[in-house]
């Protein structure tokens, strides 16, 4: 199916994102290169656009494989947030899981939407985050202080 127009501009885009979770409980981080579409140069839990026809899962590990060269597990959803961006006119909506990596290390593959990679401690995140991982950070944090509580929104 070949829609009009762009998705998060014309119409509400989805868009998966994956909280790599590493050793010592640190998180992996990309910063937003200067092609990405929407908050560029802030650090966000990688992600991208599902694909008409795709599931959830398979864009999440298609995106991982085609940016950062790492086969993931994706586990369970953490959160689906409204990623609604007034001043650059987008909407997305996106749910978030926690994924694990199975194979390789990541690196940059795709250096026009991502300048940047690295492994944070939940309390040592940057502070210029992305609007939607900020939300995630925090469910992911009330996740892991309360382990099995229901899921956020």
Request: with cysteine.
């Amino acid at each position: 199916m070949n829609l009009i127009g762009k998705r998060g501009v014309d119409y509400i885009g989805v868009g998966v994102g994956a909280i790599l979770v590493g050793r010592e409980g640190r998180l992996f981080l990309a910063r937003r290169g200067t092609l990405a579409k929407n908050e560029r140069g802030l650090w966000e839990f990688p992600g991208g656009s599902v694909e008409f026809g795709e599931t959830l899962s398979a864009a999440l590990r298609r995106e991982m494989l085609e940016e950062y060269g790492i086969e993931i597990a994706v586990g369970e959803l953490l959160d689906v947030v409204d990623h609604i961006l007034p001043a650059e006119n987008q909407h997305w909506v996106s749910p978030a899981f926690i994924c694990k990596i199975v194979a390789g290390e990541p690196t940059i593959r795709e250096p026009g939407k991502c300048s940047e990679i690295g492994w944070f401690l939940p309390g040592e995140m940057p502070a210029d985050l992305t609007s939607i991982t900020k939300q995630n950070l925090a469910h992911y944090l009330e996740r892991i202080r309360h382990p099995g509580k229901g899921q956020s929104s």
